[in-house]
């Protein structure tokens, strides 16, 4: 990549500046160089969601950002020694530098070469959607209509942008509309399949009901989710990291209305007003390997959260993935309202 500058960010530059441009670039990358273009590190999509769960505010400087000791290569090898060095070493992008240390080219993998196509998406569509209603009285909150279109096709059309094509869809409450509208999905490009729930199976139950084992990873997610998390990146998390079960989640920020009282004992020490508290929550999408599904009980209740527990309490590798990304529930009548107000920002 000769045109390496358009991806070359200063050490002082602001982590959502940093985003900005990782995000424009579509190859998920950045160099950190100073005035003479010295390399002083490198930049991906997971440097940046490892810095947003370390708690860091989007003004930190780059510098605290970044993977300092990068691998690089010399210039003067043949192009067929740099691949092979990239494929050992597991890399997707190798920067080449000169004796001086200052980057003379970047070299990119070819970004098909993983290919994702085969991973499953599973998507939980059989709601009652008690909250919405009267909206969902006559119609299951997956089909209620966002931007002139039902909710989950543009869950679909999310993932089949980033080649996911092969979806199974556990539906229940009015199923026949769903299953009507997308039948086996050849009209939407893609492959569907159906798990009828007969019963209340919770947010992981209906996962036991899959008429075969999958051999590669599973996206699993809600069905009345609107997001631009780009599912590619997820997926590519989950493996680069070995997990078992990954859990997107999402920062979520209250405020105490009451001023906190902090003592020793019986001495006031310190009042804060009114104080944000900054938590991540459960963003109802995941990433789970084949073995996380053997844990997942036959035909029974079981929701999400006892999963990924039991995982825990067996030392199994589960991990988070936060999403900077649009994100938005659509629980509530407040909430169709906002995402129909939001449609035409981010989908159109």
């Known amino acids: 990549m000769k045109n390496w500058q358009s991806i070359s960010v200063k050490p002082s530059e602001t982590l959502l500046n940093t985003m900005k441009i990782i995000d424009q670039s579509a190859l998920q990358f950045a160099v950190v160089v100073d005035e003479k273009k010295h390399l002083l590190g490198t930049v991906t999509d997971g440097d940046i969601r490892r810095s947003i769960l370390r708690g860091n505010n989007l003004e930190v400087a780059i510098r605290n950002v970044m993977n300092p000791k990068p691998m690089i290569a010399k210039i003067g090898k043949k192009y067929s020694d740099y691949h092979q060095i990239m494929k050992k070493n597991n890399l997707r992008q190798l920067p080449i530098v000169n004796e001086k240390n200052q980057i003379v080219d970047i070299l990119f993998l070819d970004k098909n070469h993983v290919n994702h196509n085969e991973n499953v998406v599973v998507l939980f569509v059989g709601g009652l959607g008690t909250r919405l209603r009267p909206l969902t009285n006559d119609i299951p909150k997956p089909m209620l209509k966002v931007g002139g279109k039902p909710i989950l096709e543009t869950i679909i059309e999310g993932f089949k942008q980033y080649g996911y094509k092969n979806f199974i869809l556990s539906v229940n409450y009015k199923k026949e509309i769903i299953q009507d509208y997308f039948q086996n999905g050849q009209a939407f490009g893609v492959s569907i399949r159906y798990i009828e729930e007969e019963k209340r199976m919770g947010t992981a139950g209906a996962l036991s009901l899959l008429r075969e084992k999958p051999t590669k990873p599973i996206f699993v997610m809600n069905g009345d989710l609107l997001t631009q998390v780009n599912f590619k990146q997820l997926m590519d998390f989950h493996l680069q990291h070995q997990s078992i079960a990954t859990m997107c989640v999402r920062e979520y920020e209250y405020q105490i209305p009451y001023g906190v009282i902090e003592t020793e004992e019986t ?43 039991k995982l825990i309490e067996d030392n199994k590798r589960t991990t988070v993935f936060p999403i900077r990304e649009y994100w938005l529930d659509i629980g509530r009548v407040d909430d169709f309202v906002k995402a129909n107000n939001d449609y035409k920002e981010y989908y159109v």
């Open 267 to 309: 001495k006031l020490v310190s009042i804060r007003e009114k104080p944000i508290h900054k938590s991540f929550v459960n963003a109802g999408i995941y990433v789970l390997s084949p073995e996380a599904l053997d844990y997942i009980p036959h035909n029974k209740y079981y929701d999400m959260p006892e999963l990924f527990g």
